[in-house]
């Protein structure tokens, strides 16, 4: 599978615990980006890396939240002292550069979907 | 600020007819659009692209149109098929970071 994979697909924990999310771009993809998605909206940004560089973060992303792409490869993101307003899927999407050139979009992986109790 | 809008939260057609999704945009700097599918429990799925130096684009069943001086798009899809039946996302890049800008999403239903 050369797919955009992520991991765990769901997680359940308690209110104030820290989750970490794996995600594995496309292994030539440059780009990486992680988007949350609420029930009846759409996906919304979270953060961009190109390579390791983490080079924009959305206001969304709290001060609870870090991501981090430590070889231009994998990402992971952490939430610490998670909250029930935290509960959404987790998408994580790549792309090898300027997408439009080619006429596609960014590439999603199945989603992590977190539950806070 | 909702930059990307699709007005209709859901839409239902009969098998073997069009079905059309629209989606209006608020910001006159977006110059390429992109149409999403996506089923339960997994991620969005690239369906279709357009430039905004095109005002259509197909690819088989589907086609995208884009009037610019109303800020609007749509996706045609003919025939629709039971296996269309899914939300589908207009979305534009909002930079030349490839941040996509998603609308809420409309659900189609095809139903047989």
């Known amino acids: 599978d050369t797919g955009v994979s992520q991991d765990p697909r769901h997680k359940i924990t308690k209110r104030g615990q820290n989750v970490t999310f794996r995600c594995d771009p496309i292994?030539?993809?440059?780009?990486l980006y992680w988007y949350r998605q609420t029930l009846g909206q759409g996906p919304e940004f979270l953060t961009y890396?190109?390579?390791?560089?983490?080079?924009?973060k959305s206001r969304l992303l709290s001060d609870r939240f870090s991501a981090e792409r430590p070889k231009g490869s994998f990402s992971t993101l952490e939430i610490q002292r998670t909250e029930q307003g935290d509960s959404a899927m987790y998408l994580c999407?790549?792309?090898?550069?300027?997408?439009?050139?080619?006429?596609?979009?960014?590439?999603f992986g199945s989603g992590t979907q977190l539950s806070v109790l | 600020d909702q930059q990307v809008k699709q007005n209709s939260p859901s839409l239902s057609v009969q098998e073997g007819r069009i079905s059309i999704l629209n989606c209006d945009y608020t910001?006159?700097?977006?110059?390429?659009f992109l149409w999403y599918k996506k089923y339960p429990a997994e991620g969005p799925t690239f369906l279709i692209s357009?430039?905004?130096?095109?005002d259509k684009n197909e690819d088989g069943r589907f086609t995208v149109f884009l009037n610019k001086s109303a800020k609007h798009l749509s996706l045609h899809i003919v025939p629709s098929q039971p296996g269309d039946s899914a939300v589908y996302f207009c979305?534009?890049?909002?930079?030349?970071?490839?941040?996509?800008?998603f609308g809420q999403g409309t659900t189609l239903q095809v139903k047989p």
């Open positions: 999407a790549s792309s090898l550069g300027w997408f439009g050139q080619a006429g596609t979009g960014l590439f």
């Open positions: 292994s030539e993809h440059n780009r």
């Open positions: 890396f190109q390579n390791e560089a983490q080079l924009e």
């Open positions: 910001n006159s700097m977006f110059d390429y």
């Open positions: 357009i430039s905004s130096i095109k």
């Open positions: 979305a534009a890049p909002s930079s030349n970071t490839g941040k996509l800008i």
